[in-house]
């Protein structure tokens, strides 16, 4: 596609606001930022969390004690740490 991909290094989640004021506000985080706001295409993955190797529970590892709750919720899949159903719901 011609693009370039930025990464941001740091935690996906804040323990508390002013925590997630202070990561917001590093240079490096708030550079990707920017250039997110000013882009024209945005390309993401749609992840597996019916695999023991997926990369959600490494995000969420409390919820991997919980993965046939989630299983019987609906959930199949997820998109930038949020659960989705088959209807991406």
Known sequence: LGGRAYQIHAPLFADS??????LINMR???DVF????EAKIAVVGIGSI???DSSYYDLHPSSS???EAIERSGA??????????????
């Open 65 to 67: 004690t919980d993965l």
């Open 50 to 52: 019916l695999t023991d």
């Open 76 to 89: 199949r899949c997820e998109l930038l740490a949020h659960l989705l159903d088959e209807r991406g719901q």
């Open 17 to 22: 606001p002013s925590e997630r004021a202070m």
């Open 34 to 37: 920017k250039r997110a706001r």
């Open 28 to 30: 490096s985080v708030a």
